[in-house]
């Protein structure tokens, strides 16, 4: 038996011939159909689609040549191959070189030769099987193909929702050029709920469907902190630890986190393994760069890992521009790439609106058609020079819930714990459990904000704001961490509690200090300075004056009270 046996039809009007060539291939272990005449032949391969037809040429009814043009034309309208043999006497060359142009596929000469027919029919057994073979890998290919499809899809789909339909805002703009179907870069824009603006731009190893899988903890540890006040240094330290517990050691991400405080007009960086970041004036000028000062998320253990950031204050309208490294390997027909120079006199040339088209333009004159050898992002954002009345909040237009019965939660940080923990976002995500508080989430984070900041900064450190006031904010945080550091004493203890008064709830807030106090009565006494947001120091409890029904200091100032109305 062959490893193959095959279903053959035999077309002879001869009894004597078709039993003979029946014998043959019985023999061979294959079975055999016989046809009398081309229209038999017709009939019979429609109904039981045999593997190989032995076709004679002199027949009644309809010849050999016509049964193998039209066998030819079916096989062809349905995309089969089924090898056709023709059986014709040696003096009929005439037939022979007709039956190959109708479409038969090789000849046997009669008499029949027994030892030739069989390598003719063993010969196609070995193609029909190779046809098979490649049939079955077509398929699977087809398979594996539909499921690379729907998987690019559902990947597509998961990387436009990540950055797609969230915190939008004009100060930001984004391009992202993928290398493949589509981008495993991530590039993502977020508020904290005071307003500060958060930056994200995450290139993962590799491109396409595998670096995309890498960016979905990623994004959503960036949105969810982002949303509850963190900052872009605890959001990075996160980011670690869910990489490092779901990558394999070989995969990593480069990441690049950003802050823009428009109020304060300083903006943190915190770069892991990605190109510059680069601070640029309206000229096209360079101010500044953040180099990669870390390595890539997902390769240092938590205790190697270092939250150090880069701050720097700004005078004047300026951008941000945050690049993965395939705009920098980029290279045109010549190998040529684009260079910094190139991409800051661009920004000089062109306006704010436009400097996204231009670069994406240029981006795509440079590579003339040529495929980017990988995934190519940008983040763009405006650092704009103006000042709030009021702070951004979430809460604005919100229906006022009441709350029956009361809540008090209260807690106590000491100065080790202080110099570690970040108190105002855990805070407020308790706060945001309880249903009436939880549309209030902006003017919340405000007030825990400011009345925490000035417990740590003027209470226990006892920082001096007039450092702000020569705009040199960047200096201000550099003794606020060097004093952190140092803190060895002291404790902040903060107080909640939600209840009604006349049927009106209300939030009270009390938050002290174990410092010695500082001049509240300098601002809180002073409705000038109050409602002067604009100035660089100072802001903080005319803020929270504004969006409570009272606030009220005690002691030295080490102690505030402040009431709000739900």
Same mark, same amino acid.
């Given at each position: 038996m062959p490893l193959h046996a095959l279903k053959i039809l035999i077309v002879d009007d001869t009894p004597a011939n078709a039993r003979l060539v029946e014998t043959v291939v019985s023999r061979m272990g294959h079975a055999t159909l016989i046809a009398e005449n081309g229209q038999q032949a017709l009939d019979l391969f429609e109904a039981h689609e045999p593997d190989l037809v032995l076709m004679d040429v002199m027949m009644p009814i309809m010849d050999g040549i016509a049964a193998t043009k039209a066998l030819r034309q079916r096989l062809q309208a349905a995309q089969r191959w089924v090898p056709i043999l023709l059986l014709?006497?040696?003096?009929?060359?005439?037939?022979?070189?007709?039956?190959?142009?109708?479409?038969?596929?090789?000849?046997?000469?009669?008499?029949? $030769?027994?030892?030739?027919?069989?390598?003719?029919?063993?010969?196609?057994?070995?193609?029909?099987?190779?046809?098979?073979?490649?049939?079955?890998?077509?398929?699977?290919?087809?398979?594996?193909?539909?499921?690379?499809?729907?998987?690019?899809?559902?990947?597509?789909?998961?990387?436009?929702?990540?950055?797609?339909?969230?915190?939008?805002?004009?100060?930001?703009?984004?391009?992202?050029?993928?290398?493949?179907?589509?981008?495993?870069?991530?590039?993502? *824009?977020?508020?904290?709920?005071d307003g500060i603006l958060h930056l994200l731009l995450a290139d993962a190893t590799g491109h396409g469907l595998p670096a995309a899988l890498t960016a979905i903890p990623i994004a959503h540890a960036f949105y969810r902190m982002t949303g509850k006040g963190f900052p872009i240094t605890?959001?990075?330290?996160?980011?670690?630890?869910?990489?490092?517990?779901?990558?394999?050691?070989?995969?990593?991400?480069?990441?690049?986190?950003?802050?823009?405080?428009?109020?304060?007009?300083?903006?943190?960086?915190? $770069?892991?393994?990605?190109?510059?970041?680069?601070?640029?004036?309206?000229?096209?000028?360079?101010?500044?760069?953040?180099?990669?000062?870390?390595?890539?998320?997902?390769?240092?253990?938590?205790?190697?890992? *270092?939250?150090?950031?880069?701050?720097?204050?700004?005078?004047?309208?300026?951008?941000?521009?945050?690049?993965?490294?395939?705009?920098?390997?980029?290279?045109?027909?010549?190998?040529r790439r684009i260079d910094r120079d190139r991409v800051l006199q661009l920004l000089a040339a062109t306006s704010k609106d436009t400097h996204l088209a231009a670069l994406q333009a240029m981006i795509g004159h440079h590579l003339a058609g040529k495929p980017a050898q990988d995934?190519? *992002?940008?983040?763009?954002?405006?650092?704009?020079?103006?000042?709030?009345?009021?702070?951004?909040?979430?809460?604005?237009?919100?229906?006022?819930?009441?709350?029956?019965?009361?809540?008090?939660?209260?807690?106590?940080?000491?100065?080790?714990?202080?110099?570690?923990?970040?108190?105002?976002?855990?805070?407020?995500?308790?706060?945001?459990?309880?249903?009436?508080?939880?549309?209030?989430?902006?003017?919340?984070?405000i007030i825990l904000s400011e009345l925490f900041n000035n417990a740590l900064d003027h209470g226990l450190l006892g920082l001096d704001s007039s450092l702000k006031l020569s705009g040199d904010f960047v200096q201000y945080l550099q003794h606020r961490e060097e004093r952190l550091g140092q803190l060895n004493n002291g404790r902040i203890s903060i107080t909640l509690r939600l209840h009604n008064i006349d049927g009106q709830s209300v939030l009270d807030v009390t938050v002290a200090d174990s410092g010695p106090g500082f001049d509240y009565s300098r601002y809180l006494d002073n409705e000038e300075l109050l409602h002067q947001t604009d100035r660089p120091h100072g802001r903080g409890i005319g803020l929270v004056r504004k969006l409570c029904d009272h606030l009220r200091y005690a002691g030295n100032g080490n102690q505030v009270s402040a009431r709000f109305l739900l």
């Open positions: 014709s006497a040696l003096d009929d060359i005439t037939d022979i070189v007709r039956g190959l142009e109708a479409g038969a596929d090789d000849y046997v000469v009669k008499p029949v $030769n027994i030892q030739l027919l069989k390598a003719k029919v063993q010969n196609f057994t070995h193609q029909i099987e190779m046809q098979e073979q490649i049939l079955q890998h077509t398929a699977e290919l087809e398979k594996w193909r539909e499921q690379a499809q729907a998987q690019t899809e559902l990947g597509s789909h998961i990387m436009d929702r990540l950055v797609s339909d969230r915190d939008t805002h004009a100060m930001v703009g984004q391009l992202n050029i993928p290398a493949e179907d589509f981008s495993g870069d991530l590039v993502c *824009s977020a508020h904290t709920p605890s959001i990075a330290k996160e980011m670690n630890q869910k990489l490092r517990q779901f990558l394999p050691p070989d995969r990593f991400v480069a990441v690049t986190l950003a802050a823009i405080n428009v109020e304060d007009q300083t903006i943190e960086v915190w $770069n892991g393994g990605n190109p510059s970041a680069l601070l640029i004036d309206e000229s096209g000028k360079l101010l500044k760069e953040w180099g990669s000062t870390h390595p890539p998320l997902g390769i240092l253990p938590e205790a190697n890992f *270092s939250e150090h950031f880069e701050v720097v204050g700004y005078q004047d309208n300026c951008h941000l521009l945050i690049c993965s490294d395939g705009l920098w390997e980029a290279e045109d027909q010549s190998g995934d190519i *992002s940008c983040l763009l954002a405006w650092a704009p020079v103006e000042q709030r009345d009021l702070p951004r909040v979430d809460d604005q237009g919100t229906p006022h819930l009441q709350h029956s019965g009361e809540w008090n939660f209260a807690v106590c940080y000491w100065a080790e714990d202080l110099k570690y923990l970040d108190v105002v976002p855990p805070l407020l995500d308790l706060m945001c459990q309880i249903h009436a508080l939880k549309p209030h989430k902006g003017s919340m984070f």
